[in-house]
Nanobody
Framework: QVQLVESGGGLVQPGGSLGLSCAAS????????MGWYRQAPGKQRELVAT???????NYADSVKGRFTISRDNAKNTVYLQMNSLKPEDTAVYYC?????????WGQGTQVTVSS
C-alpha cells in the first residue's frame, strides 16, 4: 500500500512559477513509476509527466520545455517544477504511483493561473 500526499499548489500569475511535491509513504518507492496528472473543470484527467525509477522522463507536449519532473528516492518524494505558467495550466494536479500490479493516486492539489 502506498499513500501519496501532494503539496505546493496555489494561485500564481501567468508567466510565474510553482513547485509541487508528492510525498509517498510505504516501502519500495524507488520501484514505482511516478507521475503527475491534472484535471481541469469539465475535462478528463490528462498526463502531465512521468519519471521511471531510473530517472527517464516523459512529458505531455503542452508542458515540454516548461515543466520538469524529478524524484528523490531517498526522501520518497517526486517533484514537479512548473515555469512559464499559463491560464490553461489551471487544474487539480494529482500524483500517481504505478507498478506492474498496482496504482495509487494522491488527493490532488489545486493550481490556479490567473491575473
Amino acid at each position: 500500500q502506498v499513500q501519496l500526499v501532494e503539496s505546493g499548489g496555489g494561485l500564481v500569475q501567468p508567466g510565474g512559477s510553482l513547485g509541487l511535491s508528492c510525498a509517498a509513504s510505504g516501502s519500495r518507492f524507488s520501484l514505482y513509476v511516478m507521475g503527475w496528472y491534472r484535471q481541469a473543470p469539465g475535462k478528463q484527467r490528462e498526463l502531465v509527466a512521468t519519471i521511471t525509477s531510473g530517472g527517464t522522463t516523459n512529458y505531455a507536449d503542452s508542458v515540454k520545455g516548461r515543466f520538469t519532473i524529478s524524484r528523490d528516492n531517498a526522501k520518497n518524494t517526486v517533484y514537479l517544477q512548473m515555469n512559464s505558467l499559463k491560464p490553461e495550466d489551471t487544474a487539480v494536479y494529482y500524483c500517481d504511483a504505478r507498478s506492474l500490479t498496482n496504482g495509487y493516486w494522491g488527493q490532488g492539489t489545486q493550481v490556479t493561473v490567473s491575473s
